[in-house]
DNA sequence: CTGAAAGCGCTTACAG
DNA sequence: CTGAAAGCGCTTACAG
């Protein structure tokens, strides 16, 4: 303390007030003073800094998807031994007792991994005042928040999925779509449209549908696209659950699959395995973006990193047992 | 620190040194003053300590299960305002960098939840050296190691299980158990054995196997046991991805499910609603086991709890389509 | 193994 | 808004 006293031309008891953050101090003089500590990487001595530590936020997800994340992040962490922290957000508001982020100001982790980033602009501010590096894992984006993120290429999942039932033969192809208030939702629908289009078989509007990422909703849009009086050969579905939900409802109407009816998701869950045919689905390599959140956080907290920065890893068609060409 | 040297009869530089570690000082003046210490709560003057943190530690766990844990777990800890740690030990021990219990001694959580417990005594013993308190949940049993503990009614289950096929009608009725150094699988099968004793209909040794807790057993062992000039009407399955591994085997032979098998699960994962039949399973309240462990934990934190407390919590048997009367 | 004395780093109360 | 002086809590080097 005695050499910043020095160097900032100032006594020890200033350099004091300055740490312990008393209003008395000349603006100038405190900034000089903070500059100095900070370039001295100045501690207090005795100070038991708290072991670095990430933490992953979790707004709602798959199960399956979010342990493969933490995987991924966990490999990082452990190469640089960090502690690695969990938060699920709940769905449900009321049940947050004290929001998120201000828990985490009070932990005050090194970093923090968002995932599904549903994040305001005023939390945004309120980690960047604690100065705590934020970095976002497969945003369904929100545009407004400039932070550096990881996704997955969902437009060439959604195109390769959909070539795959072109060239399997099918002409009669069915859409179901996630929320429309869901970017990553909308640029999969867009890209099965645009792969359509291009084939020469364009999306006819009594085949495609907006449902949400539920099993019950791929019951509900199941049922009733299946159920019309010319009804498609294969459905391309917003995630693995919706399709899930698909295929129940194909069998309660007697229809086989892949017989009859192919069905191809998105996501790659375990259940896509599970279930009888195994799924067709677009693998998203979340422990991969698990893995790049984590070392994109690392970079930014060693130093500044461009705020767009925005890394898109890529998606993998996985053709198993529920697409087929089609009967006649 | 004055006031304890003059408790402890001593000088400040005394007391100074065994805050310090230092080996010069007698085991009996030590004690003393660690003792006062411990006491009047000393605490080093502008040392921040870390905020509080519960670490869980899994053993490879079905996902689904994990997440359900750690939602159990964290509604307890918000209500404490603690951070929470996520730990996964990997299952090929050649992948650990280092231990996880050096990581966590260097980490200090304030206590840790260990899941599926399969630790030594040496790493209980380290945890033990460290003073962090510790709580297994849903352990498989190493009896060995005296921690508090929660887990679900295996038994109790499992005996609910059988005697729901055995009021369907069920007489020829198998039982895939789960791996033979499982206390946990043993407690299922042995429950399955007694509750068919008892109802008359005692378990022939060619319905009965001993597989793994994977999907690919059931299949196994299904197709096996379902390929037997006088097969089973039913089948007791260990867990419940062995389940539906054994729902695809009986497909494959061109058995429907429930008219021509009924098959029963364990654990309730998502998984087996969003097969079609839903499965009948036992289910273990495994959101439940998070938060009694967390809770358990923190009676710890506070004060010395008998370390053979163990609370058991009740399962359910969840009946859903894939169990039925027998066809003859 | 322990204490009296000196010292170190920081903070506080006072004066201007 | 700032510094010289006094003080606080802890540690260190020395002596026995």
């Known amino acids: 303390m005695a ?48 072991s670095p530590r990430i933490e992953v936020v979790f707004y709602g997800l798959e199960t399956n998807l979010a342990i493969e994340m933490m995987r991924g992040v966990q490999a990082v962490v452990n190469e640089h031994d960090l502690g690695l922290g969990f938060t699920e957000v709940p769905a449900d508001p009321s049940a ?66 959909t070539r795959h039932l072109l060239e399997l033969g099918h002409r009669q192809i069915g859409v179901i779509g996630g929320p429309v ?76 699959i892949p017989q009859d009816l192919s069905v191809v998701g998105f996501d790659g869950i375990d259940a896509g395995n599970w279930c009888d045919p195994a799924l067709t689905t677009v693998r998203q390599p979340f422990r991969d973006i698990g893995a790049a959140a984590a070392n994109l956080l690392l970079a930014l907290i060693a130093g500044p990193v461009p705020a767009l920065t925005r890394v898109e890893l890529p998606t993998t068609l996985v053709v198993r047992d529920s697409t087929a060409p089609p009967r006649s």
């Not at 008395?24 to 038991?48: C, K, M, N």
């Not at 693995?240 to 295929?247: I, K, R, T, Y």
């Open 96 to 161: 947050r007792q004290r929001s998120w982020c201000d828990r985490l100001l009070t932990q005050r982790p090194t970093g923090v991994i968002i995932v599904h980033s549903q994040f305001t602009a005023e939390q945004h501010a309120q980690l960047a005042a604690g100065a705590i590096p934020l970095v976002a894992a497969d945003p369904n984006g929100q545009p407004t928040q400039p932070v550096p993120s990881v996704s997955a290429a969902n437009w060439q999942g959604a195109v390769a999925a």
């Open 181 to 256: 208030e869901s970017l990553y939702a909308r640029e999969r629908m867009e890209a099965c449209r645009a792969a359509l289009e291009i084939a020469g078989v364009p999306l006819r509007p009594r085949l495609a549908r907006t449902g949400e990422f539920s099993f019950e909703s791929g019951l509900a849009h199941g049922s009733e696209l299946l159920s019309q009086p010319d009804p498609p050969t294969a459905l391309l579905c917003a995630n693995d659950l919706q399709a899930l939900g698909v295929c129940k409802a194909a069998r309660q109407l007697g229809l086989r």
């Open 3 to 50: 050499t910043i006293a020095r160097l900032a031309g100032v006594s020890p008891p200033t350099v004091s007030r300055v740490l312990n953050g008393r209003s008395d101090v000349a603006a100038d003089t405190r900034r000089r003073v903070e500059q100095l500590l900070r370039e001295h990487g100045y501690r207090r001595p005795g100070a038991i800094l708290p």
